[in-house]
T-cell receptor, first 117, second 115 residues
Framework: EADIYQTPRYLVIGTGKKITLECSQT?????MYWYQQDPGMELHLIHY???????EKGDLSSESTVSRIRTEHFPLTLESARPSHTSQYLC????????????????FGEGSWLTVV | AQSVTQPDIHITVSEGASLELRCNYS??????LFWYVQSPGQGLQLLLK??????LVQGIKGFEAEFKRSQSSFNLRKPSVHWSDAAEYFC?????????????FGKGTKLSVKP
Protein backbone atom coordinates (compact mmCIF):
# COMPACT_ATOMS: atom_id res chain seq x y z
CA GLU A 1 0.00 0.00 0.00
CA ALA A 2 1.17 3.51 -0.82
CA ASP A 3 1.26 6.19 1.82
CA ILE A 4 -0.40 9.32 0.53
CA TYR A 5 -1.11 12.25 2.75
CA GLN A 6 -3.51 15.06 2.06
CA THR A 7 -3.94 18.26 4.02
CA PRO A 8 -6.19 19.80 5.01
CA ARG A 9 -8.78 17.06 5.34
CA TYR A 10 -11.59 19.58 5.78
CA LEU A 11 -11.61 23.25 4.84
CA VAL A 12 -14.31 25.91 4.82
CA ILE A 13 -13.27 29.17 3.18
CA GLY A 14 -14.87 32.30 1.81
CA THR A 15 -15.40 33.15 -1.83
CA GLY A 16 -12.40 34.73 -3.51
CA LYS A 17 -9.79 33.20 -1.22
CA LYS A 18 -6.74 31.43 -2.56
CA ILE A 19 -6.25 27.89 -1.31
CA THR A 20 -3.72 25.15 -1.79
CA LEU A 21 -4.48 21.51 -1.14
CA GLU A 22 -1.36 19.61 -0.26
CA CYS A 23 -0.57 16.06 -1.33
CA SER A 24 2.53 14.05 -0.54
CA GLN A 25 3.45 10.42 -1.11
CA THR A 26 6.34 8.48 0.34
CA UNK A 27 6.56 5.59 -2.14
CA UNK A 28 8.60 7.31 -4.80
CA UNK A 29 5.83 6.97 -7.37
CA UNK A 30 6.40 8.99 -10.52
CA UNK A 31 2.81 9.38 -11.55
CA MET A 32 0.36 11.36 -9.46
CA TYR A 33 -3.24 12.43 -9.95
CA TRP A 34 -5.96 14.71 -8.65
CA TYR A 35 -9.56 13.55 -8.86
CA GLN A 36 -12.64 15.60 -8.01
CA GLN A 37 -15.72 13.96 -6.55
CA ASP A 38 -18.99 15.70 -5.81
CA PRO A 39 -21.06 14.07 -3.04
CA GLY A 40 -22.67 10.86 -4.22
CA MET A 41 -21.09 11.11 -7.65
CA GLU A 42 -18.31 9.42 -9.55
CA LEU A 43 -14.71 10.55 -9.60
CA HIS A 44 -13.40 12.72 -12.38
CA LEU A 45 -9.73 13.18 -13.22
CA ILE A 46 -8.77 16.86 -13.22
CA HIS A 47 -4.95 16.78 -13.24
CA TYR A 48 -2.11 14.30 -13.49
CA UNK A 49 1.64 14.29 -13.64
CA UNK A 50 4.18 11.85 -15.09
CA UNK A 51 6.94 13.15 -12.86
CA UNK A 52 8.87 16.25 -11.87
CA UNK A 53 8.03 19.29 -14.02
CA UNK A 54 5.22 17.40 -15.76
CA UNK A 55 1.57 18.44 -15.40
CA GLU A 56 -1.37 17.51 -17.60
CA LYS A 57 -5.06 18.35 -17.70
CA GLY A 58 -7.45 15.52 -16.98
CA ASP A 59 -10.79 14.59 -18.43
CA LEU A 60 -12.77 17.17 -16.45
CA SER A 61 -12.02 20.83 -16.95
CA SER A 62 -10.98 22.54 -13.74
CA GLU A 63 -10.02 26.08 -12.77
CA SER A 64 -7.44 24.70 -10.39
CA THR A 65 -3.74 24.46 -11.17
CA VAL A 66 -1.07 22.02 -10.04
CA SER A 67 2.69 21.91 -9.82
CA ARG A 68 5.27 19.13 -9.50
CA ILE A 69 8.59 20.44 -8.31
CA ARG A 70 9.43 17.35 -6.26
CA THR A 71 8.54 13.72 -6.92
CA GLU A 72 6.75 13.30 -3.62
CA HIS A 73 4.73 16.51 -3.69
CA PHE A 74 1.77 17.45 -5.95
CA PRO A 75 -0.15 20.45 -4.61
CA LEU A 76 -3.38 21.76 -6.12
CA THR A 77 -4.18 25.48 -6.03
CA LEU A 78 -7.33 27.49 -6.53
CA GLU A 79 -6.45 31.16 -7.03
CA SER A 80 -9.94 32.44 -6.28
CA ALA A 81 -12.34 29.95 -4.74
CA ARG A 82 -16.02 29.96 -5.65
CA PRO A 83 -18.98 28.01 -4.26
CA SER A 84 -18.94 25.88 -7.43
CA HIS A 85 -15.55 24.55 -6.28
CA THR A 86 -17.16 22.90 -3.26
CA SER A 87 -16.26 19.24 -3.60
CA GLN A 88 -13.99 16.48 -2.42
CA TYR A 89 -10.54 16.40 -3.95
CA LEU A 90 -8.68 13.10 -3.97
CA CYS A 91 -4.97 12.80 -4.60
CA UNK A 92 -3.50 9.56 -5.87
CA UNK A 93 -0.28 8.03 -7.08
CA UNK A 94 0.59 4.91 -9.02
CA UNK A 95 3.31 2.34 -9.38
CA UNK A 96 5.32 2.26 -12.59
CA UNK A 97 3.82 0.06 -15.27
CA UNK A 98 6.87 -2.17 -15.32
CA UNK A 99 6.04 -3.44 -11.83
CA UNK A 100 3.79 -6.39 -11.12
CA UNK A 101 3.23 -7.55 -14.66
CA UNK A 102 2.67 -4.13 -16.11
CA UNK A 103 -0.32 -3.12 -14.05
CA UNK A 104 -0.97 0.41 -13.03
CA UNK A 105 -2.39 0.27 -9.53
CA UNK A 106 -3.49 3.65 -8.26
CA UNK A 107 -3.48 4.40 -4.56
CA PHE A 108 -5.56 7.17 -3.05
CA GLY A 109 -5.20 9.55 -0.17
CA GLU A 110 -8.06 10.14 2.23
CA GLY A 111 -9.29 13.21 0.40
CA SER A 112 -9.70 16.90 1.10
CA TRP A 113 -13.23 18.18 1.58
CA LEU A 114 -13.50 21.79 0.41
CA THR A 115 -16.50 23.99 1.13
CA VAL A 116 -16.59 27.48 -0.30
CA VAL A 117 -19.14 29.80 1.26
CA ALA B 1 -13.96 5.46 -25.60
CA GLN B 2 -13.59 3.43 -22.47
CA SER B 3 -16.43 3.42 -19.98
CA VAL B 4 -17.57 1.64 -16.86
CA THR B 5 -21.18 0.97 -15.92
CA GLN B 6 -22.40 0.04 -12.49
CA PRO B 7 -26.10 -0.66 -13.03
CA ASP B 8 -27.10 -0.60 -9.36
CA ILE B 9 -27.03 2.77 -7.63
CA HIS B 10 -28.03 1.43 -4.22
CA ILE B 11 -28.21 -2.10 -2.84
CA THR B 12 -29.41 -3.21 0.57
CA VAL B 13 -28.56 -6.64 1.94
CA SER B 14 -28.98 -8.29 5.30
CA GLU B 15 -25.94 -8.96 7.42
CA GLY B 16 -24.69 -12.46 6.71
CA ALA B 17 -26.24 -12.59 3.26
CA SER B 18 -24.22 -12.91 0.08
CA LEU B 19 -23.43 -9.91 -2.08
CA GLU B 20 -22.80 -9.32 -5.75
CA LEU B 21 -22.11 -5.88 -7.19
CA ARG B 22 -22.23 -5.60 -10.94
CA CYS B 23 -19.73 -3.88 -13.18
CA ASN B 24 -19.61 -3.77 -16.97
CA TYR B 25 -16.88 -2.14 -18.95
CA SER B 26 -16.32 -1.01 -22.48
CA UNK B 27 -12.74 -1.32 -23.65
CA UNK B 28 -11.16 -2.39 -26.90
CA UNK B 29 -8.23 -4.33 -25.52
CA UNK B 30 -7.60 -6.44 -22.45
CA UNK B 31 -8.61 -4.21 -19.58
CA UNK B 32 -6.96 -3.64 -16.25
CA LEU B 33 -9.85 -3.68 -13.78
CA PHE B 34 -10.16 -2.52 -10.21
CA TRP B 35 -12.64 -2.38 -7.38
CA TYR B 36 -12.33 0.35 -4.76
CA VAL B 37 -14.33 0.94 -1.59
CA GLN B 38 -15.04 4.33 -0.07
CA SER B 39 -16.37 4.73 3.45
CA PRO B 40 -18.15 7.99 4.32
CA GLY B 41 -15.75 10.90 4.49
CA GLN B 42 -12.80 8.77 3.43
CA GLY B 43 -10.68 8.26 0.36
CA LEU B 44 -10.70 5.17 -1.81
CA GLN B 45 -9.22 1.89 -0.68
CA LEU B 46 -8.21 -0.70 -3.23
CA LEU B 47 -10.11 -3.97 -2.76
CA LEU B 48 -8.70 -5.98 -5.64
CA LYS B 49 -7.43 -5.76 -9.18
CA UNK B 50 -7.27 -7.84 -12.33
CA UNK B 51 -4.40 -7.58 -14.78
CA UNK B 52 -4.12 -11.00 -16.39
CA UNK B 53 -4.13 -14.71 -15.61
CA UNK B 54 -6.70 -16.31 -13.34
CA UNK B 55 -10.03 -14.65 -13.96
CA LEU B 56 -11.12 -15.05 -10.34
CA VAL B 57 -9.21 -12.65 -8.16
CA GLN B 58 -9.17 -12.46 -4.40
CA GLY B 59 -9.04 -9.20 -2.54
CA ILE B 60 -9.00 -7.85 0.96
CA LYS B 61 -11.83 -8.12 3.47
CA GLY B 62 -13.09 -11.38 1.97
CA PHE B 63 -14.06 -9.91 -1.41
CA GLU B 64 -13.50 -11.56 -4.75
CA ALA B 65 -14.27 -10.63 -8.34
CA GLU B 66 -14.54 -12.57 -11.55
CA PHE B 67 -13.49 -11.25 -14.94
CA LYS B 68 -15.71 -12.50 -17.76
CA ARG B 69 -14.49 -11.30 -21.11
CA SER B 70 -17.51 -12.63 -23.00
CA GLN B 71 -19.81 -10.52 -20.85
CA SER B 72 -17.45 -7.56 -20.41
CA SER B 73 -18.07 -7.85 -16.71
CA PHE B 74 -16.08 -7.73 -13.51
CA ASN B 75 -18.59 -8.39 -10.73
CA LEU B 76 -17.61 -8.12 -7.09
CA ARG B 77 -18.78 -10.78 -4.65
CA LYS B 78 -18.69 -11.58 -0.97
CA PRO B 79 -20.25 -14.73 0.52
CA SER B 80 -21.27 -13.16 3.84
CA VAL B 81 -21.66 -9.43 4.32
CA HIS B 82 -20.70 -7.72 7.57
CA TRP B 83 -22.20 -4.47 8.82
CA SER B 84 -18.80 -2.81 8.37
CA ASP B 85 -19.03 -3.43 4.62
CA ALA B 86 -21.59 -0.64 4.28
CA ALA B 87 -19.87 1.84 1.97
CA GLU B 88 -19.73 2.99 -1.62
CA TYR B 89 -18.07 0.69 -4.12
CA PHE B 90 -16.45 1.86 -7.33
CA CYS B 91 -15.42 -0.22 -10.30
CA UNK B 92 -12.71 1.22 -12.53
CA UNK B 93 -10.82 0.42 -15.70
CA UNK B 94 -7.34 1.64 -16.56
CA UNK B 95 -7.00 3.17 -19.99
CA UNK B 96 -3.79 2.73 -21.88
CA UNK B 97 -4.42 4.91 -24.85
CA UNK B 98 -3.73 8.59 -24.83
CA UNK B 99 -4.50 8.88 -21.13
CA UNK B 100 -1.51 6.70 -20.27
CA UNK B 101 -2.99 4.59 -17.56
CA UNK B 102 -5.54 6.88 -15.99
CA UNK B 103 -8.47 5.27 -14.25
CA UNK B 104 -12.03 5.62 -15.50
CA PHE B 105 -14.58 5.10 -12.75
CA GLY B 106 -18.13 3.92 -12.69
CA LYS B 107 -20.70 5.99 -10.82
CA GLY B 108 -20.53 3.74 -7.80
CA THR B 109 -22.89 1.45 -5.92
CA LYS B 110 -23.88 2.34 -2.40
CA LEU B 111 -24.19 -0.69 -0.16
CA SER B 112 -26.40 -0.63 2.91
CA VAL B 113 -26.40 -3.52 5.38
CA LYS B 114 -29.47 -4.40 7.45
CA PRO B 115 -28.94 -5.92 10.88
Amino acid sequence: EADIYQTPRYLVIGTGKKITLECSQTMGHDKMYWYQQDPGMELHLIHYSYGVNSTEKGDLSSESTVSRIRTEHFPLTLESARPSHTSQYLCASSEPRRYRGGGNTIYFGEGSWLTVV
Amino acid sequence: AQSVTQPDIHITVSEGASLELRCNYSYGATPYLFWYVQSPGQGLQLLLKYFSGDTLVQGIKGFEAEFKRSQSSFNLRKPSVHWSDAAEYFCAVASYGGSQGNLIFGKGTKLSVKP
